[in-house]
């Protein structure tokens, strides 16, 4: 992964490859088929995670307030977790096999899908604005928060868990009706994702 970050795809051998992880051509094509299918799982790792945890936000709470802090809140995080992968993918997803791509394609639809239900079932509830456009919002916040990788360093003067504590502001205060949640009870919301991040 980290040879895919700093040569690109195409710019590093299998035999750079094994070099590097202190294994052989037979135990690389034990695991992987080729290269191709290795950028896959790079892919597929953290798109996975991403998924995943967005799905047990969807599950755990009843509320969409809750859901879509939940679900900001693990998405912005995948940037620290999975810092090399995100940047492989964006630098070299244009070489996927079409198999590949279909399969994360299939993913990253699932994804979406779910911050698309959380933002119609919030209007229906009356918490998220009336006037909402909620294809428009999805692919708002996706954007947002994917250009993390752009500029998030792990050595930056702000953790990750302070980054997704202001997506998760910024993007409350754009969808939230101004009168479907009290100051006070907003507040606290906030506070509580503090407390979980620095353990207050």
């Known amino acids: 992964m980290i040879l895919f970050d700093k040569h690109g795809f195409h710019g590093v051998t299998v035999n750079q490859i094994v070099d590097k992880t202190g294994t052989s051509k037979g135990g690389f094509y034990h695991h992987f088929t080729s290269k ?9 790792e953290f798109i996975t995670y991403a998924l995943e945890k967005a799905t047990i936000a969807n599950d755990t709470y009843t509320e969409p307030v809750k859901q879509l ?3 900001i809140k693990d998405f912005v995080k995948t940037f620290d977790l999975y ?5 492989v993918f964006y630098q070299e997803n244009i070489y996927l096999k079409p198999e590949y791509e279909i399969r994360i394609k299939k993913k990253r639809d699932q994804f979406k899908q779910i911050m698309i239900n959380v933002l119609w079932e919030g209007k229906k509830a009356g918490e998220f604005r009336n006037d909402l456009s909620v294809e428009i919002t ?11 990788y752009k500029w998030y360093k792990q050595s930056g003067s702000k953790s990750i868990d302070e980054i997704s504590s202001i997506y998760v502001d910024l993007i409350l205060r754009a969808v939230l009706k101004t009168d479907s949640i009290s100051a006070d009870t907003y507040s606290n919301l906030l506070l509580n994702t503090v407390k979980k991040d620095f353990s207050i």
Do not use: F, P, R
């Open 36 to 44: 191709d299918e290795l950028l896959y799982v790079i892919h597929d």
């Open 69 to 71: 802090q939940a679900i």
């Open 83 to 87: 810092k090399s992968h995100i940047s």
């Open 138 to 148: 999805t692919m708002a916040i996706l954007g947002m928060v994917n250009w993390t």
